[in-house]
């Protein structure tokens, strides 16, 4: 089942704040974030495990309310490097294996100076 | 090598044409995954393996669709008579153990089937 991202897109100008939230109708064993610029791979942001995490990087934090079975990529004071698409990626656990990862649609973020 | 490598990173195949897809993970990474990346969206799961053993292939969507990673490194997704819709980006990603781990992706095959 793949998890809804929400908003679709979001434009910021620098400095300012964004929420990027990430909700799944499955059981949840791990959110993980990552960031795709144009024609780039995606790039590894963290990974929040189920027991209600919550995690920083930098500028850049999540959450993961493992009740509502949602995550939430806090961005504060953004930056122009921060533009690009962000994915959250899902993982449940499937009996005796962790299962496969799966990612939202995206959220594209676009930082004006 | 330093990351993940795929090759080749274009391939442009006649439709009915059949193509495969290479990936080197990181050296010793246990996990390997491929996905399907149209236009705009977000990386589709086609695959999964840990070491030689595919753990999952119910994202592959044909069974045109065919993935090996014979000896737990190399890995090739092979598709048969390919189809326009078949075009998108693959990408390949590995991780060092279990899904709980950050996952290192190539950098993708773009495939344009004409």
């Known amino acids: 089942q793949q998890p809804v991202q929400s908003p679709q897109a979001v434009i910021l100008r620098e400095g300012e704040d964004a929420v990027i939230n990430c909700s799944s109708s499955?059981?949840?064993?791990?959110v993980h974030w990552y960031r795709q610029k144009h024609g780039e791979a995606p790039v590894f942001l963290m990974i929040?495990?189920?027991?209600?995490e919550q995690k920083g990087h930098d500028k850049i934090s999540a959450s993961f309310n493992e009740k509502k079975q949602q995550s939430s990529l806090y961005l504060t004071a953004s930056q122009l490097s921060y533009s690009g698409t962000y994915f959250c990626?899902?993982?449940?656990?499937?009996?005796?294996?962790?299962?496969?990862?799966?990612f939202g649609k995206g959220t594209k973020l676009s930082v004006k100076p | 090598g330093a990351g993940v490598s795929q090759s080749p990173r274009y391939k442009v195949a006649k439709r009915g044409q059949d193509v495969a897809l290479r990936c080197d993970p990181i050296s010793g990474h246990v996990s390997l995954f491929w996905y399907q990346q149209a236009l705009g969206q977000g990386p589709e799961f086609l695959t999964y393996f840990q070491n030689e053993a595919q753990l999952d292939k119910s994202g592959l969507p044909s069974d045109r669709f065919f993935a090996e990673r014979p000896e737990g490194s190399v890995s090739t997704l092979k598709i048969q008579r390919t189809q326009q819709e078949d075009s998108a980006v693959y990408l390949c990603a590995s991780s060092p153990l279990s899904l709980n781990t950050e996952a290192f992706f190539g950098q993708g095959t773009r495939l344009t089937v004409v």
């Open positions: 990626g899902t993982a449940s656990y499937n009996g005796g294996s962790q299962g496969n990862l799966i």
């Open positions: 499955k059981a949840l064993y791990s």
């Open positions: 929040l495990l189920k027991g209600g």
